[in-house]
């Protein structure tokens, strides 16, 4: 093909020796130039490029020596490159571009056919194309000839690809590799790289057209090529040649948007000359003037019209083929400068006959090419001299836009509600009130960057409205007039929330609103003047708000106050920044500075004029939590007295949880050592604290007689609301009050009353638990004597006791708090034996009994995995769907206090066998914590983990042979055989690295083997092992054995057949010959079905033997030489191929069955069932001993 090219090419020279130096210009391309490679050129390289660009060899050697220097002298001394092709130039800066196309127009333009390859070559070393181009002239562009010629083919031999295309009046012969589009060509190439070069080769392209603007752009020559060329290539099935000339083309249409928008101006201008000249007198000189300024005018609009047919050629011959390209680069590309042309064009491209492409691709599958739609039309919504033009396309396009606000790309949503949020600022027609009811709702959106965009939106139209008041004109109180408006933008928001119905989620909310309405929302003083404001008789006057309002205006402004002092950072909304910088860190601490300030002296009022709001307490005691530890207002101690003495009051006078929950982090916040004030704060909370244990002690003293709780119901009140408290402040911090032996009594004590109430044993459970742990975190500094350490060790003790046996109470809350107290406490006791100090009497060693560890697992097993058919008193109601996520969520608690236990060595590892077994039942719910349990005891101990899922497969497999042998009603507790064997392939899926956790792996082979055959003596009446079908379980985790584990495990199954007798025909046996199969199966490579049918037609394999092909059992494989083989399963002389008889008719029965249990058997199982007494808890759990 290259000879025919290049014997056509010698054939015109002799016809059109004319033409002779254009017809012969051809240039080569080799590796070497193309890409970062150019950089590493050889000298060879280099003398081939030159002698491949012998079209210039003349006319363009001076010039291109002369482009050279001024591009090396525009480097410096940073390059050492010679730039011999227009490619290279991309890699030396503009600064050296501008040199170089100055020069290359001067070559054009006294050789233009040799510079115009040059130019053409440049695009193809673009493209990543390492190939020949070759020109051939043609006379007449509608010659048949030509368009034959117009062919594409392969040469699979040569690996070439060859086309020829038209780019009048040349025949283009491009040679290139096939597998050129498996290549990453310049423009795709990962890294900075890829982003460097799109860059340049954009402003290449720029620079060209900027360089021949006045010169030979208008030649009707240089761009006829250039678009016929690119025209052809952004045409071509090659995604390279497509994607970047499909660039150059797009970039060539914004460049040519320039030349005519300078021609434009040259018109006005001219024009404006042209008005002036008439005005003055008449004469021949002026004559002469006007018509040499209209001659121009008219050349001006001229090349206007030529540049606007060039563009008009650009835009059908590529814009319109490749905007719904298959890529979606080009794609991109391809809308992003439609939206360039529109808006610095609009006189050409601004109407509906392009606005439509933009509105079409909108529905884009890719978010990368709505995107850039979007983003386009921000730019022409946000010049208002172009409103008048888009009418249509916004009344055409508005339901999509609004849709698009609910895209799955975060990116796109957030642009198109900043779209929104343009037109809604320039026309008030576009938009319906349902639309900006919807747009509204996106302030509680879960990301952050879509709120604030909704956020603004619903500030500029609901919020920012200033409406001058009477005094304001007649030049009235400018506080007045501040407070009448932020209470009218308060009122506002107050209606927007209410109407909403969100009532959980003011912080959201503000968070949407900071970035726009931080003014407002941090105008703390004017809010809480507000709210302190009293109703006047005839309600006139300020404004007055309901007990609702005033509830929201509350939660509104302690919102504000958390994002002062804390930032953005929300649960559950992503999109926030998480490192703040050194202005906004100083306006923070200005804040915080101000809050301080101003609720020292506010805060105490509030909390006085709101007392009997539970709800507005519990806002309103967060908010010294964020006070500034130093800060000038704290000279005053006075003010630090008084609110302290408030929170007091409120805290004797409430007992809602929120409200103590809220004083206890404040106390905590306020007695903190970097707090001025923290000496102060914290006498006043020991003396609130110790005048509740003084209350208490009297009360618990009366009530307790004899041995017996007897209370009255004010007492039985007063004792409840005093335990809560001190519940929520032991919660937050150590009160080191002796809470120990004043509570303990009530475990033991009994009414004819019924004991004591559940509350107050809940209650009392929490205090001390938290009294304990306490103890435990200090137990290092506190025990300084051996007594100290016995005496608290006497007390866990005493605790784990009486919470044992709370485990049994009638009352659920009871039973779930003893739980997790008990999973907290010894917790934290096995953490302190490991960072106690060796210098105190500690630790204090405690190991949970026998009895005390099998109640924690059967209270997880009974409470946590939860039939959905249960109807025990913790099913929820199916018709509330939050009730049902909040009893998961507790669930979910038991379960993870339960798996730290484990996880921490607090019980054996095999206590989280009965866990494992609802791994697959309850994957859903549970599946992750049961995961991570997994993997952290298996990084403690791997060989004991494996004996966990060992133990957990055999209970289940036991349990379901008791079923089997019981003969009754199915229970749905027990697990089938088809569920046993997925839990069994799902653990041996968490074996990923098969060296790290191969002694474990082979652990779990040996003792399956052990668990079936132990014991076992073949008897005419028991012909196989009652286990044997646990083989089929086993063999799910023979993909993980090592190919020297598999001889091993194999010769160990082996060891324990070799004395008993097989017969192919008896079902029984089938488990052991898949499981024998699975071990060989696993050393091919292959699945154990692929070696025996695991089907209803168990005989297949037998079948196949029978007909002389190769038995997968080892069995076989071992005895093939054998004379005299025998039906014995591990021998050396049996053989399956000694079976004879036909196989007869098998029936639809399981493949793997599970045999009953015989009597002999059931004494090597040592199987515990206990019932539940005081002394001991109910274990349903079955203990094997492998």
Not at 657 to 674: H, I
Request: net charge neutral; hydrophobic share 35%; glycine share 4%.
């Amino acid at each position: 093909m290259i000879q025919e090219a290049a014997a056509k090419a010698s054939s015109e020279q002799n016809e059109n020796p004319g033409v002779e130096r254009n017809a012969s210009g051809t240039v080569n391309h080799s590796g070497d130039e193309c890409g970062n490679e150019n950089r590493q050129k050889s000298v060879r390289g280099k003398k081939r490029a030159r002698e491949g660009s012998e079209n210039v060899k003349h006319g363009r050697a001076k010039t291109s020596r002369g482009g050279v220097s001024r591009a090396r002298s525009g480097r410096g001394k940073q390059s050492n490159v010679e730039a011999v092709t227009l490619f290279e130039v991309v890699t030396m800066g503009r600064s050296a571009m501008q040199a170089v196309v100055d020069d290359w127009i001067e070559a054009y333009e006294s050789d233009r056919d040799s510079a115009l390859l040059d130019l053409i070559s440049f695009f193809f070393q673009c493209s990543g194309c390492k190939g020949v181009v070759t020109a051939e002239m043609c006379q007449n562009r509608q010659d048949r000839e030509v368009i034959s010629k117009m062919v594409e083919s392969l040469d699979e031999d040569a690996g070439l690809q060859y086309k020829k295309f038209l780019a009048f009046p040349w025949i283009l012969t491009v040679t290139w590799p096939m597998d050129i589009d498996n290549v990453e060509y310049p423009l795709v190439q990962p890294g900075p790289y890829g982003r460097w070069f799109h860059i340049e080769f954009c402003d290449f392209v720029s620079v060209l057209v900027s360089q021949c603007q006045h010169s030979v752009i208008f030649d009707n020559y240089l761009m006829s090529i250039l678009i016929s060329l690119l025209t052809e290539l952004s045409d071509s099935c090659v995604r390279a040649f497509r994607h970047t000339c499909t660039l150059a083309a797009v970039k060539l249409v914004s460049s040519l948007v320039g030349v005519a928008l300078s021609l434009s101006v040259g018109v006005e201008n001219s024009q404006k000359m042209y008005n002036v000249e008439k005005t003055k007198t008449t004469g021949r000189q002026r004559t002469l003037q006007l018509g040499r300024i209209q001659k121009k005018i008219t050349e001006l609009r001229n090349k206007r019209v030529e540049i606007e047919t060039m563009m008009d050629t650009i835009f059908k011959g590529v814009f319109l083929k490749r905007y719904r390209d298959v890529l979606p680069d080009i794609r991109s590309i391809c809308m992003e400068e439609l939206g360039v042309w529109m808006k610095l064009y609009s006189t050409s491209f601004l109407n509906d006959s392009y606005l439509k492409y933009m509105g079409w691709m909108l529905n884009d599958r890719q978010p990368e090419v709505r995107l850039k739609c979007v983003l386009g039309l921000q730019a022409l919504y946000g010049d208002p001299v172009l409103l008048s033009k888009l009418d249509l396309f916004s009344n055409r396009f508005k339901d999509r836009m609004m849709s698009m606000t609910l895209d799955k790309d975060n990116e796109v949503a957030v642009q198109t509600i900043k779209l929104l949020v343009l037109i809604s600022k320039t026309s008030d027609e576009v938009l319906s009130p349902e639309d900006y009811k919807q747009l509204f709702q996106f302030v509680y959106s879960s990301h952050r960057l879509l709120a604030t965009s909704a956020g603004e939106l619903l500030y500029s139209r609901l919020l920012n409205i200033s409406s001058p008041t009477p005094e304001a004109e007649d030049g009235g109180n400018e506080d007045d007039t501040h407070t009448l408006q932020t209470t009218t933008k308060l009122m506002a928001l107050l209606r927007f929330y209410q109407d909403s119905e969100l009532h959980q989620h003011v912080v959201y909310l503000v968070d949407s609103l900071w970035d726009c309405a931080g003014a407002l929302l941090k105008d703390w003083s004017t809010i809480t003047s507000i709210l302190l404001q009293d109703p006047t008789p005839d309600n006139t006057g300020p404004l007055v708000l309901t007990a609702t309002e005033q509830a929201v205006v509350v939660e509104i402004l302690v919102a504000s106050v958390r994002q002062a002092s804390e930032g953005p950072v929300l649960v559950g909304r992503s999109g926030a920044k998480k490192v703040m910088s050194a202005k906004e860190k100083k306006t923070q601490m200005d804040d915080c500075s101000k809050i301080t300030e101003h609720f020292l002296s506010v805060l105490p009022k509030m909390l006085s004029k709101f007392s009997h709001s539970s709800d507005m307490l519990a806002s309103l005691m967060r908010i010294p939590h964020y006070f500034l530890p130093e800060c000038p207002a704290t000279e005053n101690p006075q003010m630090v007295f008084d609110l302290l003495a408030k929170m007091g009051a409120v805290v004797d006078l409430h007992t809602n949880p929120g409200v103590l929950e809220a004083a206890a982090r404040s106390y905590q916040s306020l007695c903190g050592e970097e707090k001025a004030w923290h000496l102060t704060a914290s006498t006043a909370r020991d003396s609130l604290a110790q005048s509740w244990v003084d209350r208490l002690a009297p009360l618990l003293e009366v009530s307790l007689t004899d041995g017996t709780f007897s209370a009255d119901e004010e007492k039985t009140g007063c004792i409840l609301a005093t335990l809560k408290k001190l519940s929520a402040f032991h919660n937050a911090q150590d009160l080191k009050l002796k809470l120990f032996e004043l509570l303990t009594p009530l475990f033991s004590a009994e009414s004819t009353w019924g004991g004591v109430p559940p509350e107050i044993l809940l209650e009392s459970l929490r205090c001390l638990c938290f009294s304990m742990l306490w103890n435990l975190n200090t137990s290092g500094v506190t025990l300084t004597s051996r007594e100290k350490a016995v005496a608290q060790r006497t007390q866990l003790s005493v605790f784990c006791e009486k919470s044992y046996r709370c485990l049994t109470h009638v009352n659920m809350n009871v039973r779930e708090q003893a739980f997790l107290g008990l999973c907290d406490i010894l917790t934290a006791h096995n953490y302190q034996l490991h960072v106690f100090d060796p210098t105190s009497y500690g630790p204090l060693r405690y190991t949970p009994n026998p009895k005390l560890q099998r109640a924690l697992s059967t209270f997880t097993l009974d409470q946590v995995f939860i039939s959905p058919d249960s109807n025990g008193q913790n099913r929820v109601s199916e018709d509330s769907e939050v009730e049902k996520l909040e009893d998961l969520h507790r669930r979910r608690n038991l379960l993870a206090a339960y798996s730290k236990l484990i996880v921490h060595g607090v019980l054996e590892m095999s206590m989280a066998a009965g866990i494992y077994s609802f791994y697959m039942k309850h994957y859903n719910d549970f599946g992750d914590i049961i995961k991570e349990t997994l993997y952290r005891t298996r990084q403690t101990d791997k060989i004991e983990s494996a004996h966990t899922l060992v133990l957990c497969l055999q209970q289940l497999f036991v349990r379901l042979k008791q079923e089997q042998q019981s003969g009754g009603r199915a229970n749905p507790a027990v697990q089938t055989f088809t569920s046993i064997k997925e839990l069994a392939r799902r653990f041996a899926l968490t074996f990923g690295d098969l060296v790290k956790y191969r002694e474990s792996v082979a652990m779990i082979h040996t003792s399956g083997i052990e668990f079936v055959f132990h014991g076992f003596v073949q008897t005419p009446d028991r012909l196989s092992p009652p286990y044997l079908p646990y083989l089929a379980i086993l063999s799910e985790f023979s993909s993980k054995l090592l190919k020297p584990d598999k001889k091993t495990v194999l010769t160990y199954l082996q060891k324990h057949t070799g004395e008993h007798i097989m017969s192919p025909k008896e079902d029984c046996w089938q488990p052991l010959i898949y499981y024998r199969a699975s071990l060989l199966a696993v050393a091919d490579g292959e699945d154990a079905s692929s070696y025996v049918s695991f089907d209803k037609r168990p005989y297949l394999r037998q079948n196949l033997l029978l007909d002389g092909s190769k038995s997968p059992s080892p069995i076989s494989a071992i005895s093939k030489g054998s004379k005299a083989p025998k039906h014995t399963v591990g021998s050396r002389s049996s053989s399956l191929r000694s079976v004879s008889n036909p196989p007869e008719k098998i029936n639809k029965m399981d493949p793997c069955p599970v045999t009953t249990e015989p009597p002999a058997i059931q004494e090597r199982l040592d199987i515990t069932v206990t019932s539940t007494t005081e002394e001991d808890v109910d274990v349903d759990t079955i203990e094997v001993d492998v």
